[in-house]
């Protein structure tokens, strides 16, 4: 496991290192604009401090896929090759991270609500999901239980050949399981990646 500051205010960070065996920082834009500083000055400053070695994750600011792979390149070129770069788990950021992948830049999935988004971005290539376990449990659902159906996707399918499913909760029944699974694709994508309707379903026990 380790241990990753979230947070931009330098001083912070600087203190809480001082205390702790911190493996890195992980920032998104909010946090950033809080700084009122320019995101790349803060970013820098970072690095400069937590070193070449540690961990930074940076999200990417554009709604599209192309956007997206170019804020990619500009955050691993101004920051470091030991810098994540979080896509948004959508459509254009799965689109996205494929191409990514396959330039070796390192991925950290966010904005994720369920576990097909987490299955989907382990696809992709993804080192990292990072599921908004506070959102998840606002929405009335159990965020920790969530978590842990990522953390099992994540941990035990790495080979998949994802041809389908109709019912998410048996599709997710399946992908937790420490196998290969070769499966016939009955839904779009878009069907698959419904957060609200699909979440209920998703609290397997």
Known sequence: ???????????????????????????????????????????????SFIGKDAELHVQVVAKDAEGMVEDAHRIVKELGANTYVKVPSVPEGFKAMKILVKGNINITATAIYTPMQAFLAAKCGASYAAPYVNRIDNMGFNGIQVTKQIHDIFKNNKKFLLQALKIHSRFLNYVNMESELLLLLRTSLKDLLRIRPSLPQLMIS
């Not at 380790?2 to 702790?20: G, R, V």
């Not at 493996?23 to 995101?39: C, E, F, H, M, Y």
């Open 1 to 47: 496991m380790k241990l990753l500051i979230d947070d931009a205010h330098i001083d912070l960070i600087k203190k809480i290192c001082d205390y702790y065996p911190v493996d890195g920082v992980t920032t998104n834009p909010s946090i950033l604009a809080k700084s009122g500083r320019q995101p790349f000055e803060v970013l820098k400053e970072i690095r």
